[in-house]
């Protein structure tokens, strides 16, 4: 009997987490039931309140004639007088007894529409919670591994750090050029790579994926002038923007990098009168602190690679929300 209890008491507990788990899209999916539900409910109310709604004109054509005529027939079929008075206290009476019939026949449909938009509502309540949550969790660990890229760069020192942290690393890669006679000739060319990540970029003269980025120049000094107006050009489109955020994956297209993922979600907003802001209400590349791309400790040969730092406010989705609610 005891573990015929046990298991029970497994059971539910199991079925409850499994529900606390999924009860955004229970939720959701209830309230759409309801909606349709309810929809489905009011259109046959509609049909049975033009019934009623025909009765209630037919009874106050009945006291408008009585008012107008000055009688009426009481229960016992008699001919009496009937005043002003009477007539506003029946038509009073007649519209009571109407909003009844009717309240009655759409009741249940405002039920269950109250359901649906109760259950939405808890919905979105919940998945808010658990972003806000969520998003509390990815600032400490962003604020931990900064700590940590700290205590290597102690030890081992900056160079070398980067190098370990970007995984920068040489490739072969088959260039097709003409040569003097023109003929058409393919050779290997060794190029210099790193991985990117959502806050930091190897600005090289091919991407990761080996795509040749053509905004490169062999010149640093082009490369860091066409950086730098980049950069300026961001930081008006920010300001600009007057709180509606500019996304990574913004400036990784205008800089010929490729796209990523969470690059859709973090980025910058500009709020210089909000004391709450965390960001630094600019966009920088860290082009004031360059460090050349390295592969183990020692600088790339005849390579112009730099390693652009991102400094990103962080996950700026809820920044569209707020706009939407301004412009709204």
């Known amino acids: 009997m005891s573990k015929f209890m046990d298991n029970i008491k497994g059971f539910i507990s199991s079925t409850s987490w499994k529900i606390q788990k999924h009860s955004p899209e229970i939720c959701l999916a209830v309230g759409i039931v309801t909606t ?39 229960e016992q079929g008699e001919i009496v007088e009937y005043t002003h008075e009477d007539a506003k206290k029946d038509s009073f009476s007649t519209l009571i007894k109407t909003g009844i019939k009717i309240g009655k026949l759409y009741l249940l449909s405002i039920i269950l529409i109250g ?11 919940t998945l808010s919670e658990r972003l806000a ?32 942290y970007h995984n920068i690393r040489a490739k072969d890669i088959e260039m097709t050029k003409t040569d003097e006679d023109g003929n058409t000739v393919t050779e290997k060319q060794t190029v210099f790579i790193a991985d990117d990540d959502d806050y930091t970029a190897l600005w090289s003269q091919y991407n990761e994926d080996g795509v040749k ?7 640093i000094d082009r490369n860091l002038f066409w950086l730098r107006s980049e950069q300026a050009y961001l930081n008006s489109q920010l300001q600009l923007r007057k709180g509606r955020p500019v996304t990574l994956n913004e400036v990784r297209s205008r800089l010929g ?46 390579e112009t690679s730099l390693i652009l730092e991102f400094n990103c406010d962080g996950e700026i989705l809820y920044a569209f929300n707020k706009h939407k609610e301004k412009a709204a």
């Open 36 to 74: 349709i539900a309810g929809v489905v409910v009011a259109c046959r109310a509609t049909l049975k309140a033009k019934e009623v709604i025909e009765d209630h004109k037919k009874q106050m054509e009945v006291i408008h004639n009585c008012e107008e005529s000055g009688k009426t027939h009481n």
């Open 115 to 125: 359901l649906s938009i109760f259950c939405q509502i808890k919905g979105y309540k």
């Open 257 to 302: 990098l490729p796209l990523t993922m969470k690059g859709q979600a973090v980025g910058w907003t500009y709020e210089p009168n909000n004391p709450n802001h965390k960001g630094d209400n600019y966009i920088d590349f860290g082009l004031e602190k360059l460090y050349m791309a390295y592969r183990n400790g020692e600088e790339m040969p005849g």
């Open 133 to 164: 949550m969520a998003s509390a969790a990815y600032a400490a660990l962003v604020a931990r591994f900064k700590d940590y890229r700290k205590r290597v760069r102690d030890k081992f020192g900056e160079d070398e750090e980067k190098a370990i």
């Open 213 to 219: 980025n053509l905004n490169w120049s062999p010149s």
